[in-house]
């Protein structure tokens, strides 16, 4: 129930003042995270949790399939607040295997407005059919997929003028492509983090280093 939501703030609340009287008074003070997370909406995917990091300690963005349209304002402003006012250090593009708005991509079926949005999967998909139609398990293809959509978005993000003028101007950015497993809890590493001018991202997914890599120790 809704009443639920709030008791249980209370709780939570009760047991942080609890554990350290100044918690709430040093976060109000100050937001000084150190990483920006471009994440799915999949309720099952909270960045501070899977991450083990406590509230202040990471800037949000959340969207369907954690795409990075380059013409998203609300993406855009949150990319630039991070990068110019509270100075992240490292922006992290974070997908997940079974993503819903992955399989509503490729499923064939009209589902709203929500295709417009999801189009860029699509673009992924055609450019990388050949590799894609080797998978013969319709899961583990919609999972590659998955991890190529998060190559592209690395490599959109990179291009954005925010990014580029911040490398230009010598800020230590950089951009990171992760994969979380919803059956095992645990991120892995993609291995096609980029940094500074000049930008080295691939025009194709398919022709990148970006693979599966190991899991990500905090």
């Not at 997908?95 to 499923?107: E, K, L, Q, S, V």
């Not at 492509?177 to 291995?191: A, F, I, P, Q």
Request: proline fraction near 5%; charge should be negative; charged fraction near 25%.
């Amino acid at each position: 129930m809704l009443s639920d939501l709030l008791e249980h703030n209370v709780r939570w609340a009760t047991a942080k003042h609890r554990e350290d009287p100044d918690y709430f008074h040093r976060l109000s003070n100050l937001q000084r995270p150190e990483y920006l997370w471009i994440g799915c909406s999949d309720s099952r995917v909270p960045a501070n949790v899977i991450t083990g990091l406590e509230p202040g300690e990471v800037f949000v963005h959340r969207n369907v399939a954690n795409l990075v349209h380059r013409a998203d304002l609300n993406l855009l402003s949150v990319l630039e607040f991070a990068v110019e006012t509270l100075e992240i250090s490292h922006i992290i593009v974070c997908g997940h295997h079974g993503c819903g708005g992955i399989r509503a991509a490729m499923d064939g079926h009209r589902h709203g407005i929500i295709d417009h949005w999801l189009q860029p999967i699509r673009d992924v998909a055609d450019v990388s059919a050949r590799e894609l139609a080797e998978i013969g398990d319709e899961q583990l293809r919609q999972d590659r997929l998955c991890e190529l959509s998060i190559q592209a978005q690395v490599a959109s993000l990179a291009r954005t003028p925010i990014i580029q003028s911040a490398w230009r101007r010598g800020k230590p950015l950089r951009i990171h492509g992760w994969v979380y497993g919803l059956d095992d809890g645990l991120l892995r590493d993609m291995d096609c983090s980029t940094e500074g001018l000049p930008v080295s991202v691939p025009t194709v997914p398919g022709e990148s280093n970006c693979k599966p890599g190991d899991i990500v120790h905090g």
